[in-house]
Structure formats: C-alpha cells, structure tokens
T-cell receptor, first 113, second 113 residues
Framework: NAGVMQNPRHLVRRRGQEARLRCSPM?????VYWYRQLPEEGLKFMVY????????ESGMPKERFSAEFPKEGPSILRIQQVVRGDSAAYFC???????????FGPGTRLTVL | GENVEQHPSTLSVQEGDSAVIKCTYS??????FPWYKQELGKRPQLIID?????GEKKDQRIAVTLNKTAKHFSLHITETQPEDSAVYFC????????????FGSGTRLQVQP
C-alpha cells in the first residue's frame, strides 16, 4: 500500500507566478489535509477536504490560496501570485473516514525567488 | 480555537536515559492526541497516539499519558538511542467535526552517544 504521495518535491517560482501542489492520499483514505511548515517552525493547518468538498478552510489565507479534491485525481493546493513569504514546506496528510489518524506525505518545498 | 503548548523546546539526554516531553491543550472538546517524529528534511511520522477514553498507551520504548482533567499529555521515551534524535511534535484534534490537527511548537531531542 503506497503512502501519501506529493509532487513535485521541490518547486521554485518567481514572485507573481502560480504554484500548484499535488497530493494523492493513501488508498482507502477519503480525507485530505494540507499543512504549511515555515523553516524551524511547527505545522499549521490550512484546509481539510473530502472528495469534491471543502470541509474546513479556516487556516487558509483569504486571498491567493485555493484547494480542491476532485472526484477523480489528486488534491491540488494552488497559490496564485506567489510572494517570498509563501516559501515553506507544504505537507499533505490523509486519513480514513472512521478515525483521525493522519499520515503525512513527503512534502513539497516551495521556494519563491 | 484550540491552542497547544509544548515544553521543552530542546532536550539533550545521554544514550540510555529517558526523555519526557509535555503538552497542554486548551479545548476540552479535543479527544485525539497524536505524537509525530520529524527528522531533518523528512515528513512527520506518527509514532503513537491516544484517545480521551484512555489514560495511558505504550508501544515498546514509547508511552503517552493523558490527564483530561488537567488538559495535558506527555510523551515518554525510555532507553533512548541516537536514532531517537529528531524533532517531536504533539497535536490535538477531534475525531469527528473539527479534525484538523493543532500542533505544538516542537521539541528538538538530541541523544548523546
């Protein structure tokens, strides 16, 4: 059973460009979460999705950030018009429906030049 | 919302000694408390978790205790080994409803050989 997959692992963008981060949950997991980790800091919740639904986006910045988890395919975290402050590691986690054990992917390290 | 505080921020022990990391949470509705280990540049890995209907849980050299009345929980690692060196994060959430994990700020554990 493959773990949570994320791609790309590293992403470099210039200020003003768009970043798209992808996450494929573990097989059998229908819940996806996105977290952001700034250097030397803890993980901060951004958004929680189930297939085709955003359940909780209370941690997501109001502008430039969006997330989706379509019926088919991976979950996408999209950052428009990136700024240097967006540089961070973005982790995706997934869990089964019954319990809240969250398993993390390897992360995408975004660098904004 | 939930707030999780974690202490100490750094911990250095000699190989073979025990290590204890403590966390407190603010939301009495939280009922799920996982612990994650994160090595440098790697994903957070779930090492043990506990639910509010249990006071203690053990898995080999690792144990977690929960005091619901005082709203605090602790990670205990016995017979530490150099490979235990990492950053450890505690977290809190609900099993249903608000499933997003609120993380503590992390403890950097260094096990000296």
């Amino acid at each position: 059973n493959a773990g949570v997959m994320q791609n790309p692992r590293h992403l470099v963008r210039r200020r003003g460009q768009e970043a798209r981060l992808r996450c494929s949950p573990m097989k059998g997991h229908s819940h996806v979460y996105w977290y952001r980790q700034l250097p030397e800091e803890g993980l901060k919740f951004m958004v929680y999705l189930q297939k085709e639904n955003i359940i909780d986006e209370s941690g997501m910045p109001k502008e430039r950030f969006s997330a989706e988890f379509p019926k088919e395919g991976p979950s996408i975290l999209r950052i428009q018009q990136v700024v240097r402050g967006d540089s961070a590691a973005y982790f995706c986690a997934s869990s089964p429906s019954s319990y809240n054990e969250q398993f993390f992917g390897p992360g995408t390290r975004l660098t904004v030049l | 919302g939930e707030n999780v505080e974690q202490h100490p921020s750094t911990l250095s022990v000699q190989e073979g000694d025990s290590a204890v990391i403590k966390c407190t949470y603010s939301d009495s509705a939280s009922n799920y408390f996982p612990w994650y280990k994160q090595e440098l540049g790697k994903r957070p890995q779930l090492i043990i978790d506990i639910r509010s209907n249990v006071g203690e849980k053990k898995d080999q050299r690792i144990a977690v205790t929960l005091n619901k009345t005082a709203k605090h929980f602790s990670l205990h690692i016995t017979e530490t080994q150099p490979e235990d060196s990492a950053v450890y994060f505690c977290a809190a959430s609900y099993d249903t409803g608000r499933r997003a994990l609120t993380f503590g700020s992390g403890t950097r554990l260094q096990v000296q050989p």
